[in-house]
C-alpha cells in the first residue's frame, strides 16, 4: 500500500511528499488562480506513467543483454472537455538509443510493461484508451 500527504503551500500551490520521504511541488496556472510555479496534477499523471513504464522498458532491456544508452518518453494526452476534465485517450513513444537494439526485443519490453508490469499505466487504462509507438535510434 502507498501513503503520501499533501500539504497547502501558498495559493493553489502545494507540496506533496510520499512515503519515501521525496517531495513535489504542484501548481495551477495563472487561468485559474494558481501562480504556475510547477507541474500541474496532471502533468505529473503524464510523467507518472512514462517513468514507471520507462523503468520497466530499460530493466527488460537490461535483463536481454540489450545495448540501451538512451530512452525518451513522449506522452500526449486527450482530455475530455467537461469536468472533471479526465484523460480519455493517451498516446505514449518510446524513442531508445542504443548500439544494436534488437526490435523485437524492444517490441516485448514495451509489450510487457504495458501489458504486465506498469502499475500506473494498467490504473490509467481503467480510463483512458492508451495507444503506443517507438523508435529506435542507432548509435554505434
Keep these: 500500500m502507498g501513503k503520501a500527504r499533501v ?8 507540496v506533496g511528499t510520499a512515503d519515501s520521504g521525496h517531495a ?12 504556475n510555479a510547477a507541474s500541474t496534477p496532471m502533468e505529473l499523471v503524464l510523467m507518472a506513467f512514462g517513468g514507471c513504464s520507462g523503468m520497466d522498458v530499460v530493466s527488460i532491456l537490461k535483463k536481454k543483454k540489450q545495448d540501451v544508452r538512451n530512452l525518451e518518453i513522449n ?51 481503467k480510463a483512458a484508451k492508451i495507444t503506443h509507438s517507438y523508435r529506435i535510434v542507432k548509435q554505434d
Design 75 to 125: 506522452l500526449d494526452g486527450k482530455k475530455a472537455d467537461n469536468h472533471p476534465h479526465m484523460f480519455t485517450e493517451m498516446h505514449i513513444e518510446y524513442v531508445l538509443t542504443g548500439k544494436d537494439l534488437s526490435e523485437e526485443a524492444v517490441k516485448r519490453s514495451i509489450q510487457l510493461s504495458l501489458e504486465k508490469y506498469c502499475s500506473v499505466g494498467a490504473t490509467l487504462s
Design 7 to 14: 500539504t497547502l503551500i501558498n495559493n493553489l500551490q502545494f
Design 24 to 35: 513535489v511541488v504542484m501548481d495551477a496556472p495563472g487561468s485559474v488562480g494558481g501562480t
